[in-house]
């Protein structure tokens, strides 16, 4: 491939990381004091990384060619259940063990929905839409109105100290990358993702992946409710509420083929910072709630727009001269 060819379509897989460095320099000509202080930069990426967590399972989904829209309701479900555990019904817990009951009920919720969608071979938008709605309603019929105390230190130091969170994330996007790159099953995800059948062929069982891979997305929204209740310093029946369709956005501008098959972590990473960055740029400008949520409704639309040039320009790109 000649050298032009591949630095266009280095620009074109890697679009996320220059939409970054474009609007990060329009929001610092316009807002220099926010915008180069280097606590607004570390609180920006530290208010991303719950988001992150749900934008990962998001991202394993659509790899995977399926969806999960449950995963942001989800997150708020297992907050409230397991800050039930941890300070009413088992406050004896030692605090080691109580930072990994939401990741075992995320992986526990995650897996119910792989066993429909995998073995039982059910739509997968229509699970996961009966499991939001389920969620949903539980999370309020556990309690209507939120935690505050109780928690041990440790519970809330992953999600409250904001160096762990951001070195916790980042360690885990580079080890899920690596495991998608470098693993039998990573490959396997992105297998099933491009063609099931095929993969079946080959000797992959599509449904096995599927399930782990719905149950590893909802581990992830275990740490998501870990990292929320600690930034937050408790659990509100709210937590994580309409998170999924900003986790879609991040997931797709960060790359991640809609059809599944295709996309890398790394640029995930990309896509998660590019929301940071947006809520971070709107904050500065003091832009109204109710007006944000019509902005971050344009930005999923954005996301598809931007998923649909970058797939035209990499066809381009790659057809024989």
Request: overall charge positive; hydrophobic content about 55%; charged content about 10%.
């Amino acid at each position: 491939m000649p050298d032009k060819k591949k630095l266009q379509l280095f620009f074109v897989n890697n679009l996320s990381w220059f939409l970054i460095i474009f609007f990060y320099i329009v929001f610092a000509i316009l807002r220099p004091k926010g915008m180069l202080n280097f606590s607004t930069i570390t609180f920006m990426l530290h208010a991303a990384v719950p988001l992150g967590f749900i934008v990962i399972g998001v991202a394993l989904c659509l790899l995977l060619g399926g969806l999960d829209l449950s995963l942001a309701q989800m997150t708020g479900f297992i907050g409230m259940l397991s800050a039930l555990i941890v300070t009413r019904w088992a406050p004896g817990i030692p605090a080691i063990f109580s930072i990994f009951i939401p990741v075992i009920l995320g992986l526990i919720a995650g897996g119910i929905n792989g066993y429909f969608v995998g073995f039982l071979d059910l739509n997968p938008f229509l699970v996961t839409l009966g499991s939001y709605m389920a969620y949903e309603g539980g999370t309020l019929l556990l309690q209507s109105y939120p935690i505050y105390e109780g928690f041990p230190p440790l519970y809330l130091a992953f999600g409250g100290v904001n160096y762990i969170a951001i070195a916790v994330f980042i360690l885990v996007i580079l080890v899920v990358s690596f495991i998608l790159k470098f693993t039998s099953f990573g490959l396997h995800i992105y297998g099933v993702g491009g063609n099931d059948k095929s993969s079946h062929m080959l000797g992959v069982n599509p449904a096995r992946i599927k399930f782990l891979t719905f149950s590893l997305a909802g581990g992830f929204a275990g740490l998501a409710a870990l990292f929320y209740t600690g930034f937050l310093d408790s659990v509100p029946p709210s937590m994580a509420d309409g998170d999924i369709f900003m986790a879609f956005a991040g997931a797709i501008i960060g790359g991640v083929e809609l059809q599944g098959g295709r996309g890398s972590m790394i640029n995930v990473l990309a896509g998660i910072i590019f929301l940071a960055l947006i809520e971070a740029g709107l904050s500065m400008f003091n832009v109204d709630p109710y007006l944000r949520r019509v902005a971050y409704g344009f930005l999923v639309v954005l996301a598809i727009i931007i998923n649909k040039t970058r797939n035209y320009f990499r066809d381009r790109i790659l057809q024989v001269s």
